[in-house]
């Protein structure tokens, strides 16, 4: 028998026995079947690499030792992490403070669990492995590169939702800001914002190919979150992120997980938090957390991908709109939006969960219409309609608005537009000809001196924030399906 498996896979070295227990025990390499020669070798074990520049025994050892985070609820959760790390990239770390310069505020939660976002240069670069040829591999780093930070309030639960949830986003490990003690997950900087964001800036320049690869990105994101049996909690537009590589790939993440909690868990269960437009109508009813519900919230994602504009951005958020919603209400769609898409997305945004897809659903749906467009072609007349409706709708898209009502009543007319020139040139010239004007440079004068101290942080209007609040509402009905053209209305401006 010790003949045959010193032959397996398993390369068996021998035998031995416990002194303790008097039983024999089988002594051999674990990792062989990984160990290859072209990997590299180790230098401390004299044996071929499991991954490049890696090796599964000697290299982790190394990775687990010779740091602390000064706490060890912190220490054995990073511990935990890097024991599951197969290569020397993978590794998550722990980041002293003092090696994350300019450190910049770049995005404030709402309520308590959300947590605020920073950018920050991390000096010592992320790992790497360098070298291309056979036995050419090191472990190495890139130079500074920039990185974002996360507070992490309940840190060891917080960052073990991060890792186990697929976070696609490459996670670097946790620091602490000396400041104030917080503890601050530090992950991949994604370059080119949230998807609220993106849109906002880019949607007349995206075609329908562009934006059912991001929703391919998300509903795939988001089938790594439920098979880990977690549910995303607060999931919307402003958690979504996009990220530009240097081919040019524009990738699309699920971010922002601190309300994401187990399947099971009902800590929450009572109390509603999100944006409210993206929030599932069963929850105003006291309905648990559900996978369905962020389907719904995914629904009303690829509403905002139509359109580009917030949902229900012409009515208040509030009770109100809770009980609109309640009554079948949801979000209006582009004019030209494909007859498919729409059916996908009112079906995520049913009234009742049990008749809404899964993620994986809705990823196979939209995986098969994104492989049409790219291919430029249809092997089926189903194919083919679905490809022209997509093409039709492309050529709508020049044409459509972004642009939101206009909250004042006010308009320029030619008599503003006088007054205004008017006093533009009293200003400019720098001189009264008159008591009348003379009153009017003192006026503005002033005005100059009081700029620098003045805020400069917008007031959002409440149809275009993205901040996550306590949703509490009571006596509501229960949600419906409208029956109305008001589910399937699309706008014609």
């Known amino acids: 028998m010790l003949k045959e498996l010193k032959n397996s896979v398993l390369n068996v070295y021998g035998l031995t026995k416990n002194t303790a227990t008097n039983e024999y025990m089988l002594v051999f390499d674990e990792f062989y079947g990984q160990r290859s020669e072209y990997k590299g070798r180790c230098a401390n074990c004299n044996r071929n690499n499991t991954s490049e520049a890696w090796c599964q025994v000697c290299d982790l050892q190394k990775a687990t030792q010779g740091w602390t985070s000064g706490n060890k609820d912190v220490d054995d959760c990073i511990n935990e992490f890097q024991l599951k790390a197969t290569k020397y990239e993978e590794v998550i770390e722990w980041i002293p403070f003092n090696r994350l310069d300019n450190v910049q505020m770049i995005g404030k939660g709402g309520f308590v669990g959300f947590g605020t976002v920073f950018s920050a240069t991390w000096l010592d670069g992320k790992r790497v492995v360098s070298g291309k040829a056979v036995n050419s591999y090191t472990q190495s780093r890139t130079s500074s590169c920039v990185v974002a930070l996360k507070t992490l309030p309940g840190s060891q639960k917080n960052f073990k939702r991060s890792k186990l949830m ?29 998807l609220h964001d993106f849109l906002s800036l880019n949607f007349k320049e995206l075609n329908w190919k562009s934006k059912l690869k991001q929703l391919v990105d998300i509903s795939k994101n988001l089938i790594k979150i439920h ?22 790939d524009l990738i699309s993440y699920i971010a922002d997980l601190g309300l994401s909690r187990k399947m099971d868990d009902s800590d929450l269960e009572d109390s509603v938090y999100g944006v409210l437009p993206y929030v599932a109508p069963e929850l105003f009813n006291k309905h648990s957390y559900t996978v369905a519900a962020d389907i719904y919230s995914f629904g009303i994602i690829m509403t905002k991908m139509s359109t580009e504009r917030p949902p ?49 659903d809705i990823y196979d749906k939209l995986s098969g219409w994104y492989k049409i467009l790219n291919n430029g072609s249809a092997e089926n007349n189903d194919e083919l309609t679905i490809l022209k409706e997509f093409q039709s709708a492309d050529s709508v898209i020049p ?70 609040k306590l949703l509490n509402f009571k006596n509501l009905s229960k949600p419906i399906n409208s029956l109305s053209t008001e589910l399937l209305k699309t706008y014609d401006e």
Request: glycine residues 6%; aromatic residues 10%.
């Open 227 to 248: 098979k880990a049996e977690y549910v995303h909690g607060d999931f919307h537009s402003g958690n979504i992120l996009q990220n530009q590589y240097i081919n040019g």
């Open 399 to 468: 044409t459509l608005s972004t642009e939101l009502p206009i909250c004042s009543k006010d308009e320029l007319t030619s008599n503003i537009y006088d007054k205004l020139s008017e006093w533009y040139k009293i200003l400019n010239n720098s001189g009264a000809e008159n008591k009348d004007e003379l009153g009017i440079i003192k006026s503005f004068q002033p005005a100059d001196s009081i700029i620098p101290t003045l805020s400069n942080e917008l007031l959002i209007c409440y149809k275009d924030k993205l901040t996550s």
């Open 312 to 360: 229900h951005f012409d009515i208040k958020y509030d009770e109100t709109l809770v009980v609109k919603i309640c009554s079948g209400l949801r979000p209006e769609f582009a004019k030209g939006t494909p007859e498919c898409y729409i059916q996908l997305a009112n079906h995520c945004m049913d009234a009742d969960p049990s008749n809404r897809p899964t993620a994986s």
């Open 166 to 194: 697929g976070y696609n986003l490459e996670v670097y490990g946790i620091t602490q800001n000396t400041t104030n003690n917080e503890y601050l997950l530090v992950f991949q900087y994604a370059d080119r914002g949230n």
